[in-house]
C-alpha cells in the first residue's frame, strides 16, 4: 500500500519526538492514501510556519506486516471514534492515551470539529451528536504510526 505526508520540509528519518501532541489519535506521524489530502496537509503546514515549501512523502507498507502490529481502526464517524478523539486531544501529559501502534479513521475536519466543540460544551446531547457525525459528507481517512514499531514498516520510496 502507498500513503503519503505532508509536510513544508522533505526529511529522511520519521522521528515521533517531532510530532505535535493533542493530535486526533494523538502523538505520532500521520498518513494518507490520497495524494491530493497529504498536499492539502503540506501547504497548510507551509502557511502555518511560513519556511521551506508544501512537500509530500511518499511510502510503501505492507499490509499484512501491519496487521501484524496492534492497530485500532475506525472506518466511520462514530460516538467511540469521537471518544477516542477527544480523549487524545485533551491529554495534558506527556504520556500516550493508548498502545496501539497504528490507528486508521477519519480525520476531524473543521465541520467535525464543530460537533465535537458543541458536544463538549454540552450545546448537543449524545444523540444529536451521533446524529449529526452519521450525516457528515466527504469523509478523509488517515494513518497513525504512533510506534517505532509501527515507524520501522514505512519504507520512503
Do not use: C
Not at 505532508?6 to 506521524?29: E, M, Y
Not at 485500532?72 to 493508548?98: C, G, S, V
Not at 501502534?101 to 467535525?112: E, F, H, L, R, S
Amino acid at each position: 500500500m502507498i500513503l503519503y505526508h505532508g509536510t513544508n520540509k522533505a526529511f529522511d528519518t520519521i522521528d515521533l519526538t517531532k510530532s505535535k501532541p493533542n493530535k486526533d489519535f494523538g502523538q505520532g506521524f500521520y498518513l494518507s492514501r490520497e495524494y491530493s489530502q497529504a498536499m492539502e496537509m503540506a501547504k497548510t503546514k507551509f502557511d502555518q510556519i511560513k519556511t521551506g515549501f508544501p512537500t509530500v512523502l511518499t511510502y510503501e507498507v505492507d499490509e499484512q506486516q501491519m496487521n501484524q502490529l496492534k492497530v485500532l481502526r475506525f472506518d466511520a464517524y462514530t460516538f467511540e471514534w469521537a471518544q477516542f478523539i477527544l480523549m487524545n486531544r485533551r491529554n495534558d501529559t506527556d504520556k500516550p492515551m493508548h498502545d496501539y501502534d497504528i490507528v486508521y479513521g477519519p480525520i476531524a475536519n473543521d465541520k467535525v470539529g464543530v460537533q465535537l466543540w458543541k458536544f463538549e460544551n454540552q450545546m448537543i446531547d449524545l444523540e444529536t451528536f451521533t446524529r449529526n457525525l452519521h450525516r457528515m459528507e466527504g469523509i478523509t481517512f488517515q494513518y497513525f504510526f504512533g510506534t517505532e514499531r509501527a515507524i520501522k514498516l514505512l519504507k520512503k520510496l
